[in-house]
C-alpha cells in the first residue's frame, strides 16, 4: 500500500532531483523511497544489491597483493611525490 508524504525541500535540491531521476529513468517517488528503505534497514537485513554482486569476484589479485602498499603507491603517483 503506498501513502501520500508531503515534503519541504529546497528548490534546488527537487530540481536537480528532477534531474537526475529523469536522467536515471526513476521517478522521483522511487528514488525517494529507495533512499528511505536504505537508511531504515537493519544492519543484518543490509544486503549486497545485484549489481554489486555482479562484481564479486571480478578482479583476481595476485595471492601475495598488499592493498597498503598498493594504495600508497597510487597516491603517491596521483600526487606526484615519487
Partial sequence: MTTK?????????ID???VYAR????SL???VERYLE???QEEGDR????????????????DDFD???ALREALERKHFLK
Fill in 16 to 18: 536537480r532531483a528532477k
Fill in 29 to 31: 517517488s522511487e528514488l
Fill in 47 to 62: 544486503a549486497l544489491s545485484p549489481k554489486l554482486m555482479s562484481l564479486v569476484g571480478a578482479v583476481k589479485l595476485p
Fill in 5 to 13: 508524504l508531503t515534503l519541504t525541500v529546497e528548490k534546488a535540491v
Fill in 23 to 26: 536522467n536515471t529513468g526513476r
Fill in 67 to 69: 592493498e597498503t602498499t
Fill in 38 to 40: 536504505t537508511i531504515t
